[in-house]
C-alpha cells in the first residue's frame, strides 16, 4: 500500500471518526432537549403528526408505557445529564480541538497540496467546520 493511499485512508478514518462523534452527540442532544418538552405532552402523544419526527426518548418512553409522572421525574435528570455533559464537554474542548488540528495538520503532511484542498473542503462539508487554517498550511 502506498503512503498516499494510507494517508487517504487515515484521513477518511478520522473524517468517519467525527462524524461518527458528532452524529452521537446530535442524538444524545435531542434526546434530552425532548425529555424536557414531553413531560408537557399527554402519554402517547407525540409531534409525529404535528411538528416531526416522534423524538428517541418519547419511544422509549412510550415501549416502557411511562405514566406521566415517571416522564415528569424522568425529565429533569435528563435536563441535568445534559448540563452536566455540556460542563464536562466545554472543559475538554480546547484539549480537544488542539488532539483533532494536530491529526489534521500530519495527515495534510502526507496529502498533496491539491488533496489538502479537497480534504479541507470535505471536512467543511462534512462538519460545517469553518475555523480558518493558519497562513502558509494551503
Given at each position: 500500500m502506498s503512503s498516499g493511499t494510507q494517508g487517504i485512508r487515515v484521513?477518511?478514518?478520522l473524517l468517519v471518526t467525527l462524524a461518527a462523534g458528532a452524529a452521537g452527540g446530535i442524538a444524545i442532544d435531542r434526546w434530552l432537549v425532548t425529555a424536557q418538552t414531553s413531560q408537557e405532552r399527554p402519554h402517547g402523544e407525540s409531534r409525529g403528526r404535528s411538528g416531526g419526527r416522534e423524538t428517541t426518548i418519547e419511544k422509549?418512553?412510550?415501549e416502557?408505557?411511562?405514566t406521566a409522572e415517571q416522564r415528569s421525574l424522568i425529565a429533569?435528570?435528563?435536563v441535568d445529564t445534559r448540563a452536566r455533559m455540556s460542563e464536562v464537554f466545554?472543559?475538554?474542548r480546547p484539549e480537544y480541538e488542539v488532539v483533532v488540528d494536530s491529526a489534521r495538520a500530519r495527515i495534510e503532511e502526507i496529502l498533496t497540496?491539491?488533496?489538502?484542498?479537497m480534504y479541507r473542503q470535505l471536512l467543511q462539508d462534512q462538519s460545517g467546520d469553518r475555523r480558518e487554517r493558519p497562513a502558509g498550511t494551503d
Open positions: 484521513a477518511l478514518l422509549f418512553a412510550d416502557l408505557g411511562l429533569p435528570i435528563l466545554d472543559r475538554v497540496p491539491e488533496q489538502v484542498r
